[in-house]
């Protein structure tokens, strides 16, 4: 009987979101392994952690590490293996060159065949630019809303959040700060020596203290 290698991996929004939680996966690839013929050796679970880069999962690493010739990485869907299109051939080469299969049970890939490495292949590169199209757009709505001056992410300092709750509005005090800022930077001063000026004109800071960084950040956003 040939053995299998299962791998899982799940982050907290996409447990929620889509309800794949490492049970069902784990389930599924169970269920591939005995209708085929496969002894499922072990699983490897990435929980919590994002796909982003896979040197940083140790569960990936792992499997990987146990495929030998002859063994089969078995995975959910391509999207728990890698989420970019590098990462997910990388991994097929390295599969290849132990002399290992993949077979992702979602889009029913398996690359024991050279129809279903090519098909592989394609459907990665379909998934980076479907994640590709996804973020653009998310950049696009953030822009807009930015445009229209409602709140995107946390208030900026020199802002306030209006009554109706999404739309800015200045704050006159921390515009004042602001302008102090931008004044002492020009003639100079250190980012440092710019924090005891501000708390020497009585402005407070959001934070427990005016730290440089804080101030830095606050003249490029106001730039």
Same mark, same amino acid.
């Not at 290992?100 to 990665?124: H, I, N, P, Q, Y």
């Given at each position: ?36 013929? @496969?002894?499922? !050796? ?5 929980? +919590? ?9 140790? %569960?990936?690493? =792992? ?12 995975? @959910? ?38 129809? +279903? ?39 900026? @300092?020199?802002?306030?959040? +209006?009554?109706? %709750? ?9 515009? =004042? ?31 427990? !203290?005016? @730290? ?9 956003? !106001?730039?």
């Amino acid at each position: 009987m040939a053995s299998a290698i299962g791998y899982i991996r799940v982050s907290t929004d996409m447990q929620v979101a889509d309800g794949v939680s490492l049970d069902a996966q784990r389930a599924k690839i169970e269920a591939w392994c005995l209708l085929n013929d @496969y002894d499922l !050796a072990a699983v490897c679970v990435d929980a +919590g952690i994002s796909g982003k880069a896979a040197d940083n999962r140790p %569960g990936l690493q =792992e499997a990987l590490a146990q495929c030998t010739k002859g063994t089969a990485l078995v995975v @959910y869907s391509l999207s728990r293996l890698a989420r970019s299109t590098k990462d997910t051939i990388d991994i097929s080469e390295r599969l290849h060159k132990a002399g290992a299969d993949l077979v992702s049970l979602s889009e029913k890939v398996d690359t024991t065949s050279a129809a +279903g490495k090519m098909v592989f292949r394609l459907l990665a590169v379909l998934n980076e630019f479907e994640r590709d199209q996804i973020s653009e757009r998310t950049t696009s709505a953030m822009q807009f809303k930015k445009s229209k001056g409602e709140l995107v992410g946390a208030v900026p @300092y020199g802002y306030e959040v +209006g009554t109706d %709750g999404k739309t800015l509005i200045k704050n006159a005090i921390e515009q =004042e700060a602001i302008s102090l800022m931008r004044e002492l930077n020009a003639k100079g001063l250190s980012l440092r020596n710019i924090a005891g000026r501000l708390l020497t004109a009585g402005y407070q800071p959001r934070a427990k !203290a005016w @730290y440089p960084a804080t101030i830095s950040s606050i003249l490029k956003e !106001a730039a």
